[in-house]
């Protein structure tokens, strides 16, 4: 089955302490995205990835980084969680420059106290 | 940059047709896209113009018109299971890993 994964799912942690939100596709995309969701806003993006060891910033990419040293894999790190990074983050995929289509992730909801 | 802008509420009665409006301003795109996510899930892709006209795909249909930097959702015969946010899309023509998203609308149908 095609599809995007994310893990965790749900997270709870402390100001300071360094997490990674993973993120697996197996659809063989070039392109993968990383965005987080807050109420009443839309998806902003945190960074892209166009392909392995290629990664741009998004609007929002202060306080994140990312790696793509696999295809299939594009994981979120956070150095040192801040309370102003809890949200609802996705990663998404889609196939190349020509295809439109973004597949997304289940999302992983973060709270950072 | 990209900037999109959508209405945050529509209400409609189940069987009936909603139209979900879309402004953007960008500095060149590829296409409109929309998408649905229902309470915190994951979106999904619904449709997806890349040129000027309109897109169906069952109940829904797609409408992009470049020369008037709009477009819309059009969903018909409206059920509950419809309730959801759309978010209209755009990705930028120059860079084309970037997209942008509208706020959303949400979408509340009623019996």
């Known amino acids: 089955e095609a599809q995007v994964t994310q893990n965790p799912r749900y997270l709870i942690t402390v100001t300071g302490k360094k997490l990674t939100v993973t993120c697996s596709q197996n659809?063989?995309?070039?392109?993968m995205s990383w965005y987080r969701q807050d109420p009443g806003l839309g998806l902003r993006q945190i960074y892209y990835?166009?392909?392995?060891?290629?990664?741009d910033k998004g609007d929002v990419p202060e306080g994140y980084k990312v790696s793509r040293k696999e295809k299939r894999n594009f994981p979120l790190i956070l150095e040192s969680p801040s309370p102003n990074q809890t949200s609802l983050y996705f990663c998404?995929?889609?196939?190349?420059?020509?295809?439109?289509?973004?597949?997304f992730g289940p999302g992983t909801r973060l709270t950072v106290l | 940059g990209q900037s999109l802008e959508q209405p945050s509420e529509v209400t409609a009665v189940e069987g009936a047709i909603v139209q979900i409006n879309c402004t953007y301003q960008?500095?060149?795109?590829?296409?409109l896209s929309w998408y649905q996510q229902h309470d915190g899930g994951a979106p999904t892709f619904l449709s997806y113009?890349?040129?000027?006209g309109l897109e169906e795909t069952g109940r829904f249909s797609s409408f992009l018109s470049r020369s008037d930097s709009y477009g819309y959702l059009l969903l018909q015969e409206l059920q509950m299971k419809d309730s959801a946010s759309y978010f209209c899309?755009?990705?930028?023509?120059?860079?084309?890993?970037?997209?942008?998203f509208g706020d959303g609308t949400t979408l509340t149908v009623k019996p």
């Open positions: 998404a995929s889609r196939s190349g420059p020509g295809g439109d289509t973004q597949y």
């Open positions: 659809m063989n995309h070039e392109y």
């Open positions: 990835s166009m392909n392995v060891e290629v990664t």
């Open positions: 960008t500095s060149g795109f590829y296409g």
């Open positions: 113009n890349a040129l000027d």
């Open positions: 899309a755009v990705r930028d023509r120059t860079n084309a890993g970037k997209s942008t």
